[in-house]
């Protein structure tokens, strides 16, 4: 029987980027955006906040484009300041690479394996389905997911009881299978 997890963001994770005013290396987004036009060239900033001193931070999205070339919908998401959108762009690749920024997310994701039920199977087959972009190692979710510690999953990989297509020691954001048996 083939068992789905999905791994789920609670919150939107913090953005690594030092402070200039006091130095802190976290900030959290604030879901607000600053459009500003200068005739036919648009920018647009996401704003983020230390969680240290509160100091604001622009986050480019958007750099002097001119006004046709930006969709629509994208300049009413950016006016009405949608969470929604917050959450795409800050694990936008470009966004992230322009900004020189990284995302941390401890404790802004769950894990839903939806229920207990599977835990006394003989073989059981899984299939871990990744909501968001969210760099977790597979032995972590093995070990959260089977109620296990992580030196009990590594000695199951050793022993060849735990398989997988991916290599599971390393972080992962994308899907992946696995099958252990007890």
Do not use: Y
């Not at 997310?105 to 003989?122: F, M, Y």
Request: with cysteine; net charge positive.
């Amino acid at each position: 029987m083939l068992n789905n997890w999905v791994v789920m963001p609670t919150c939107l994770p913090l953005v690594l980027r030092r402070c200039h005013a006091c130095a802190s290396e976290r900030f959290r987004a604030s879901g607000k955006f600053r459009v500003n036009a200068n005739h036919k060239l648009i920018d647009a900033w996401l704003l983020v906040l230390c969680t240290a001193c509160g100091e604001t931070a622009k986050l480019t999205v958007l750099e002097r484009m001119n006004v046709r070339s930006v969709r629509p919908e994208l300049l009413d998401r950016l006016h009405d300041n949608d969470l929604a959108l917050t959450a795409e762009l800050l694990q936008d690749p470009v966004v992230r690479r322009r900004n020189r920024i990284a995302l941390d997310w401890d404790n802004a994701w769950r894990l839903d394996t939806g229920g207990s039920d599977h835990l006394d199977c003989e073989v059981m087959d899984v299939s871990v389905r990744f909501a968001a972009r969210i760099p977790v190692r597979p032995v972590r979710l093995i070990a959260e997911g089977c109620g296990l510690s992580r030196a009990e999953v590594e000695r199951l990989i050793t022993e060849g009881k735990l398989v997988s297509a991916v290599r599971l020691n390393a972080k992962l954001t994308g899907d992946f299978t696995f099958t252990l048996k007890r």
